[in-house]
T-cell receptor, first 113, second 113 residues
Framework: GQQVMQIPQYQHVQEGEDFTTYCNSSTTLSNIQWYKQRPGGHPVFLIQLVKSGEVKKQKRLTFQFGEAKKNSSLHITATQTTDVGTYFC?????????????FGQGTILTVHP | SQTIHQWPATLVQPVGSPLSLECTVE??????LYWYRQAAGRGLQLLFYSVGIGQISSEVPQNLSASRPQDRQFILSSKKLLLSDSGFYLC????????????FGPGTRLTVL
């Protein structure tokens, strides 16, 4: 199945600073999804990117899908303490995968007030 | 909208004891269902998935089993727990039309002592 490498593993920022997490694949992806998991909580779907070069925004969050559809990024502008959590990218396992997803290892974001 | 229910929220079990975790789904029919395990501070490992009643696929060899006795019920079991079975167990589902994002339940935090 398809694999994704997510970096960095950890990111500590001061409130107000920007944050970016990256996902990279050695193969072309059909789509990529992003999830957020608050401490002690469960993953929550944020967005799905499908098109080459796609950029989507949700308030302070900007999601990008690379032109080659092999990488993606999530950028948060001016972080707030509510942004704390783990951000995961996820890709379809491919073929007749029955919707199975392969998750990146996640980036744990800590925001210092 | 789709809702995943899981219980219990936390569980402490002795080594060698049996396990049964239940997941139920509301708001959709014939969903694909998934069991994940998450070690502390780590990513999501897919354990089992099911595309219908009685249909179970295992992703990794392990001490656990899964069953789907009803369309909206997914059960994770073990006859004898091991210390290594400790973790955060998440049930997820998808199937809302063509969108393939997964909806997660609140999870069960299992500690095996």
């Amino acid at each position: 199945g398809q694999q994704v490498m997510q970096i960095p593993q950890y990111q500590h920022v001061q409130e107000g600073e920007d944050f970016t997490t990256y996902c990279n694949s050695s193969t072309t992806l059909s789509n990529i999804q992003w999830y957020k998991q608050r401490p002690g909580g469960h993953p929550v779907f944020l967005i799905q990117l499908v098109k080459s070069g796609e950029v989507k925004k949700q308030k302070r969050l900007t999601f990008q899908f690379g032109e080659a559809k092999k990488n993606s990024s999530l950028h948060i502008t001016a972080t707030q303490t509510t942004d704390v959590g783990t951000y995961f990218c996820a890709v379809n396992a491919g073929g007749t995968s029955y919707g199975k997803l392969t998750f990146g290892q996640g980036t744990i974001l800590t925001v210092h007030p | 909208s789709q809702t995943i229910h899981q219980w219990p929220a936390t569980l402490v079990q002795p080594v060698g004891s049996p396990l049964s975790l239940e997941c139920t789904v509301e708001g959709t029919s014939n969903p694909n269902l998934y069991w994940y395990r998450q070690a502390a501070g780590r990513g999501l490992q897919l354990l089992f998935y099911s595309v219908g009643i009685g249909q179970i696929s295992s992703e990794v060899p392990q001490n656990l089993s899964a069953s789907r006795p009803q369309d909206r019920q997914f059960i994770l079991s073990s006859k004898k727990l091991l210390l290594s079975d400790s973790g955060f167990y998440l049930c997820a589902g998808n199937g809302a039309g063509s969108r393939n994002e997964q909806f997660f339940g609140p999870g069960t935090r299992l500690t095996v002592l």
